[in-house]
Structures are given as C-alpha cells and as structure tokens.
C-alpha cells in the first residue's frame, strides 16, 4: 500500500501575466513590512499626525467663518485678536490666493519635509523594513526560488519597488492626500479646493519624487548584505552621516558638503518644488514693507534659493538612486 | 473498431475510449501524440559555464527525452550548476541549451512558467507560512490567488503534509522543508521538474515517502522529472534514464536497463546455509563465485541472463531465498565511469 494518499491533478486555468506577478510581489512585499514589530505602530502614528493636522486646517478654516466656535474663541477669549480677527477675515475674503494658497502651501511645505513630518516618519518606517525587502531573501537564498519562477531579475526588483512605495504610500502620501482632503471637506467654502489645489500638486510632486528616491536608496541598502542588522546600519549611517555633512557643511565655507546629505538635497528639491520663494516675493511686490520685517525677512533669506541649488542637489539624488541601481544590478541573483 | 485518442495534455497523456471518429482520425491524434514524445525536453550543445578560469560545465551536450532522468556526479562534479544554467540562474558562458524546446537565453521566463525547481539549500522565504509560501509560489507562476490557494492546499496534500502547513517555514524540520520545496515546484503544474538532492536528510520513512511521490510524478502525471542526487539508490530505483557528469562534463548517458546489461554477468545469492555446497556448484558451472562477508555469494556468470544459473541450481536441489542479478550495477558503472574517464 501507497505511504501516501497522492491526489494530483493538473490544471487548465488562466495564467495571469507579469504585470500580476509583479505585483503579488510587491504586495507580498507590503505585507512582510508590516509585518515588522513595531511598523503598524509607526504607520498608526502618521495617521494619526494627518489626523491633528485636518484639526489645525479645519481651525484654520474656521478663522474665515464669523460667529463660528473657533473665531469666537479668539475673539471673545483672546482680547490681542478682537480687532484682528474680523480685518483678518475682510482680508482673506478679498485675497484669497495669499490668505489661503500661500498659506496651505507654506502648511503642506512644513508637514511634508520638515523635521518633525511624515517624511521623518517615513524614514524610520524605511529603516524598520530594510532587512525585510531584500536582505531576508538574499540571507534565505529565496531569490534563488525567485529566479526559478517566471519572473525576471527586472520583475523581482521591480516589484519590491512597488511594495517600498505602497508602504511609503501609507506612511506619507496617504497621510498627506487625506490631510488635504479634511482640510478642505471641513472649510467653510467649496472655493478652497481651487484655492489650495498648488498646494497639493506641490504635495504630490515632491512627496511622488521623494518616494522614488527614499524607495531606490531603500532597495539598495537592502541589497548590500544578506545581515539584517547590517543593512540596519547601513541605512541609519547613511541619515547619520547626512545630518553631519550638512551641519558641518551649513557653517562653514566647505557648504558643498551639505549636497553629500540627501537629507538637504531633498529639502532643496522640496523648497524648490514648494516654490515658497515665489510666494514671499509675490507677498513682498504687494506688501512692500511686509517682507522686510525682522522674523519673516530671515525666512524669506533662508528659504531664497537659485537654479544651481536645485541643479546640485538633483544631481547628487541622481547619484544616489544610479548608485543604488548599480548594487541592484550587482546583487540581486541567485548565488 | 473505431477509437479516438482524448485528453491529450501531457507528453503522451493518452487515453482510448470507443468513438465514432474514422480509423485514419486516430492513426494521426495516435502518431502525432507519439511524435510530440519524442520530443527532446532538455537539448544541449557544446554548453559551457565558466566562473573565473574554472569551468564548472565543460562542453556539455545533451539529448534528454521526457521521463525520469537521474543526474548522477560526485560531489562538485558540475550537476547543480547545469540545472542552474538550464533555468537561467547562471548566465551560459557559451554554447546552445533549449528546454521543453525553447530558447534558454531568450525565453527563459516562457521557460519557467512550464518548469519546476525544487533547489537543495534551504530556500523558504522567512516569516511566511507553509500553506502561504506555496500559494505565494503560484501566484509568482501566474496562478490566480484562489486557484493559488487551493492548488497549493492540494499539492501540501500530495507531499503529506499535515497541519504543520500553518505553522511558519523557520520551524520546519528538514523533512518537512523537502515536502515544501517539492510542493512549490509542482504547484504549477509544470511538464518538467528538476528535483536537486529531495532526499538530503530524510530519515527512511520520509525518503521512501519523497521517492514515491517524484516517481508518480512521471508514472502517473506524465511530469518529466530531472533527480539530481549523490544517493545512487535514489536514482535506481526511480529513474528511468541516467546521466553522470563529473569535472563539468557528461561522461555517460544511457538508459538504466541499458547500463544494468553491461553488468548482467554478476549477480548475487542469498542462500540460508549450505554456503559452500552451492560456491561448488557454481565453481562446477564455469562460475566465479565469492562468499560476501554479509553471507551472501556473488557470483560471476557471465551469461545475458540469470535464468540458467537459476536452474542448474534447482537441478542440484539448491533453492536461493532471493537472486538478484546485476546488483549495485549503477554503483560499479557509476565508479567504472568516474576511473575512466573522471577525477583523478
């Protein structure tokens, strides 16, 4: 008698092409990550910081609305805005592209990039899913079982591509797209779509481009070493050594070092982006006196920007994602 | 009376049921069938892999038709890196390689959507569960996920295993890592498989298990199988045809029954007592036999077939318990090959 009960049958069903196949990898892919101890826990709190973020719009909104809970509060409570608040709202009802545009663009400009934003979140979302894109399969030897499937080299990478992105899709574009959307769903007039809609192209241009060149940095620190805590540390040095080069470059007269940090490459891209120089000038030829002042004269210079900024820092970026293709290329086969 | 040919799926899948279709009709579904065959799975020429200046495939060509073939060569003799170059794993240094005739250079991921690899390390993706890895397996050849899901259960089924398939792959035994990798190969249901060592730490249960199931693999599904292994036992008892490669090069292929006729003149007794009554008889008979330390007597015949010597001793009323001609025939063509023509 048979040791075993042998069932097998073949199949006749549909095969599905390579743009499936892709993708089931880049879900997979997603799935591992979130996988990681810890990960929801971050991916929860970049909901949750969009979440505060629709409050501060949704308050703000609420500045332009008379006798609303918000208006009265500051201007029943707080005695400085009594005289303010309905100049404030004259103002902003005759020009609506500075009260609300700029200041959407400037809010989105700060809640995409700055330090404390969805892109330091994503950072160490990144950071936590390293070992788990490439590094496992290089250290379990499944990419040879990868390559022995009907999906290429080309397909592999690119599918965990798609995976980097759709969980930076939850930890920063999502977040953003959904902090837009309350912002202008709780606001007291339809017109705020069409008034903030710069600033969510800005949103999406940057926050799109930094995802490809967070995900390519990502897939290649992941490719470097088959250790996981390697690959940790590798991608930890490389926020760290950008952070230094950018302090030491920032103060001194070697300030080309601050392009070796992709930290500051990206801001430069973002400000760029973001075109918040615009924007003050636009405030400054007409109110001339604005711009001038003390606090918002500083801005205005730290943020000024010119065509060779954004030219070295794209092409360092470039250096980066060529150089991350490269391990790619070099890396990922079967042994 | 008319019969018709159905249900051709499979390399020579044929079933003979009455119909009403003309004579000629079934002649030609009949020859076409057989034509398809003959068929090479695996053609090689003149392949070549080299890493650095050390050629792991020297020249290789090959001419495999479907069935079982047993991949035999010492270890480091060049079989992992040829299955390796015929799936595109390695890039082929040079020469010419077509599988289930097509193109391996150019059309290797066509290639792979017919084709099983089952790999000897360890290759299961960490963190996933059994049941999740094989589906994830199937969907990576294309399947959709609920057909995924459900050929994988089937398959997990096949190789026996049990609820430990929702367990995850980092706490499987080496037994139970076999079974996956097996499962994984065949969940697509490919027309080739290439099985590299499947019986490597097995104990005899779970190899006799693994045997089984790679045999029916061909016997019964009509799935060629490529069984590289060490283990010449593995390889005599399922397969059908045989190649030894050593230092990268083929050194024989042939067919088993073949290879086991260039031994036919030896066979071994096994006899309960009376050793020395029979090694005269067999002395008597013009035969060479020798008293093994295991108490059985191998005897040198030289004859086609073992039949007379069978009876010359039954007319001397000597009745073996069990006579097996041509034992450990793959083991001495095997080693007969190597000192010919192989390492050093």
Known sequence: MALIDSSYTHRDGETRGIGYRRWVIAQATLTACLKVKG????????????????????????????????????????????????????????????????????????????????????????????????????????????SSKAVSRFDYCLGKFAGVLLLLTLTWLGPTLATWMMGNLMAPEVSFFWHTAPALLHSVAFVGLGMVILGLMALGIS???????????????????????????????????????????????????????????ELGDKYPGFTEMGLIKTIKTRLALTAENVSAALACLSFLCAGALVILYKKVKPE | MKIRAICVKKWGEVELAPSALPLAWHALYISLTFARMSDAIIECSGV???????????????????????????????KSTLIKCLLQLHP??????????????????????????????????????????????????GLPFKEARQRAHEMLDFVGMGQERYR?????????????????????????????????????RGREQILQLVESLWKQHQISVILSSHLLQDVDRICGEIIIIARGEVLVQDTLKNLKARRAGIAELVVEGEHSRVLEVLHANECTAELESNGHITVRHGRESLTPVLKFLREEGVRPIEALPSPNALEEVFLQALSTHGPD
């Open chain 2, 48 to 78: 070549t892999k080299l890493f650095g200046d050390f050629a792991a495939l020297n020249n290789v060509s090959l001419s495999v038709s479907p069935g079982t073939i047993g991949l035999l060569g010492p270890n480091g003799a060049g």
């Open chain 2, 92 to 141: 082929i240094t040079m020469g010419d390689a077509r599988l289930l005739g097509r193109d391996v250079g150019s059309e290797g991921r066509e290639i792979r959507t017919r084709v099983g690899y089952a790999p000897e390390q360890d290759c299961l993706i960490s963190g996933m569960l059994g049941c999740e890895y094989v589906t994830y397996c199937a969907q990576l050849n």
């Open chain 2, 168 to 204: 995850a792959v980092d706490t499987y035994s080496t037994g139970m890592k076999q079974r996956v990798k097996l499962a994984q190969a065949i969940v697509h249901d490919p027309e080739l498989v290439f099985l590299d060592e499947p019986t490597n730490g097995l104990d005899p």
């Open chain 1, 223 to 281: 490719a470097m070493t088959s250790s996981p805590r390697m690959a940790t540390a590798h991608w930890v040095g490389l926020l760290l050594m950008g952070v230094v080069l950018s302090g030491i470059g920032m103060g001194s007269k070697n300030y080309w070092l601050q392009y070796l940090s992709f930290w500051f490459d990206l801001e430069l891209l973002q400000r760029s982006i973001f075109d918040i120089g615009g924007d003050f000038k």
């Open chain 1, 39 to 146: 990960m929801r826990w971050v991916v929860w709190t970049c909901w949750i910081y969009a979440l505060l973020q629709g409050v501060f719009l949704f308050g703000f909104g609420q500045l332009m609305v008379e006798n609303s809970a918000v208006s009265d509060f500051i201007t029943e409570d707080l005695d400085l805005f009594k005289s303010f608040a309905p100049m404030f709202r004259e103002w902003a009802a005759d020009n609506p592209r500075i009260a609300i545009g700029m200041t959407y663009n400037m809010f989105f400009y700060l809640f995409t990039g700055a330090i404390v934003s969805s892109l330091t979140l994503s950072l160490v979302a990144l950071g936590m899913a390293i070992p788990r894109l490439i590094t496992s399969d290089l250290s379990s030897r499944a990419i040879t079982i990868y």
